[in-house]
T-cell receptor, first 114, second 118 residues
Framework: DAKTTQPPSMDCAEGRAANLPCNHS???????VYWYRQIHSQGPQYIIHGLKNNETNEMASLIITEDRKSSTLILPHATLRDTAVYYCIVRGTLSISNDYKLSFGAGTTVTVRA | DAGITQSPRHKVTETGTPVTLRCHQTENHRYMYWYRQDPGHGLRLIHYSYGVKDTDKGEVSDGYSVSRSKTEDFLLTLESATSSQTSVYFCAISESGTGVGSSYNEQFFGPGTRLTVL
């Protein structure tokens, strides 16, 4: 599975856009990039995923570079409730069931400040 | 929210005792997973199931066993708990695995079980 590198922490002002970088230089052509977040003491929550094209949903936007070696998650208008640990994950493949395994690293702790 | 419950939510036990954690889903999803989360680590996969009675090991499976006798329940057992197994345990479910052309495999997570082994 490809590994990801994220900054350990970042701050963001409430109402401003939060741009979370992720490096995945060893990603292979069929591996998707997933983003999850974990608010304190809760289970992780899916945010968005993509393969090559930029993606947007009601929560965030995902910008993937053309060479696919890095991506950026954008929270367009951060709120205090967006304070969480954000995980960038490159999906691999399990051997028996052909299901995907999500390998969570340490993630980026994002603190949104008023 | 996806219908996932974990029980118990909190447990304190002593070294050497057996412990079973239960994950129950009402979504009829095929895949179920057990993760553990420790300070300084992300979530690490312990075991997973891709169908009734079909399970496989994850990256940190030593000291754990699982069983899935019906779609809705996935049990995680610590046969003889050790202090190193003190952790927060999360169950997750997903509807489908991969397949050619499949790109979507969102995992829904339960609320977690905090286990302390003294």
């Amino acid at each position: 599975d490809a590994k990801t590198t994220q900054p350990p922490s970042m701050d963001c002002a409430e109402g401003r856009a939060a741009n979370l970088p992720c490096n995945h230089s060893t990603i292979s052509g069929n591996e998707y990039v997933y983003w999850y977040r974990q608010i304190h003491s809760q289970g992780p929550q899916y945010i968005i995923h993509g393969l090559k094209n930029n993606e947007t949903n009601e929560m965030a936007s995902l910008i993937i570079t053309e060479d696919r070696k890095s991506s950026t998650l954008i929270l367009p208008h951060a709120t205090l409730r967006d304070t969480a640990v954000y995980y960038c994950i490159v999906r691999g493949t399990l051997s028996i069931s052909n299901d995907y395994k999500l390998s969570f690293g340490a993630g980026t702790t994002v603190t949104v400040r008023a | 929210d996806a219908g996932i419950t974990q029980s118990p939510r909190h447990k304190v036990t002593e070294t050497g005792t057996p412990v079973t954690l239960r994950c129950h889903q009402t979504e009829n999803h095929r895949y179920m997973y057990w993760y553990r989360q420790d300070p300084g680590h992300g979530l690490r996969l312990i075991h997973y199931s891709y169908g009734v009675k079909d399970t496989d090991k994850g990256e940190v499976s030593d000291g754990y066993s699982v069983s899935r006798s019906k779609t809705e329940d996935f049990l995680l057992t610590l046969e003889s708990a050790t202090s190193s197994q003190t952790s927060v345990y999360f169950c997750a479910i997903s509807e489908s695995g991969t397949g050619v052309g499949s790109s979507y495999n969102e995992q829904f997570f339960g609320p977690g079980t905090r286990l302390t082994v003294l």
